[in-house]
């Protein structure tokens, strides 16, 4: 037992040798029981975040003590007062703005996103004091469908009376005789069957009607050929008559 009490004494990494001299120094009373924390207590003690953590860990691995690699890495109490100070450091180097400062910024955006919407809100209440209709009240209004009244505005925008543009765009009560107007000079739905022409034929249509033919060619040659095969079997369903002549 005390060659492997000194094998593992001799085993203590240097890194902790280091840890538990220093501490000797301090408080020789505590050199032998130096307790080390997990990275996660540490960060809790220092009250710092664990990406915070990492980064830290990272950049200044050579200030922080700490004892072994890897997950088996822990850290001794004085790396709470490093970690500490790193904070403080990196907050004067690079910190949040002053929540003063903050809320003044996000009152300047929502003032931008209100003077952008502005213009719109007023065109609005504009077209609403001066009876502009929108594209669903005039497709209310005439009883033409909404997907038929948008075509009519792409086809023939010159012949209606709008005021403004995109979806701002919206149209005076003049605007409803056009529609209709449009509506009656367009050709009401599909021609009947009878008075239509015919549709064209197409290659799918003509392979089809090939195929019914090949169809019926065949059909008809196996009925020939099931009426020779059964007047081959009466054939030789009837008696044979063998008659020998003689010399």
């Known amino acids: 037992m005390a060659k492997r ?69 822990r850290y001794p109490r004085e790396a709470v007062a490093v970690l500490r100070e790193l904070k403080k450091e990196n907050l004067a180097k690079r910190g949040r703005p002053p929540k003063s400062a903050t809320k003044a910024k996000g009152v300047g955006k929502k003032r931008r996103a209100s003077a952008r919407t502005a213009p719109a809100k007023k065109a609005s209440v504009k077209g609403k004091a001066a009876g502009l209709l929108t594209l669903t009240e005039i497709s209310r209004r005439t009883g033409i469908s909404y997907p038929t009244v948008s075509r009519y505005v792409q086809l023939f925008l010159h012949r209606i009376p709008t005021v403004g543009s995109g979806r701002l765009r919206r149209f005076p009560e003049d605007a409803v005789a056009v529609f209709r107007q449009l509506r009656s000079e367009s050709r009401p739905g599909r021609p009947p069957k009878s008075g239509g022409k015919k549709p064209a034929r197409t290659a799918r249509d003509t392979s089809n009607q090939a195929l019914g033919d090949q169809l019926r060619k065949l059909e008809k040659a196996q009925a020939d050929l099931a009426k020779q095969v059964s007047s081959v ?11 020998i002549k003689g010399r």
């Open 233 to 243: 079997i009466k054939l030789l369903k009837k008696p044979l008559q063998v008659t």
């Open 5 to 73: 009490k000194a094998k593992k004494r001799g085993r203590m990494k240097p890194a902790k040798k280091e840890v538990v001299r220093k501490a000797a120094k301090a408080s020789p009373k505590r050199a032998k029981s130096v307790k080390l924390y997990t990275l996660t207590q540490i960060g809790k003690m220092a009250s710092v975040s664990m990406p915070t953590l990492q980064k830290y860990k990272r950049m200044y691995q050579d200030r922080i003590p700490s004892v072994g690699e890897g997950r088996k890495q």
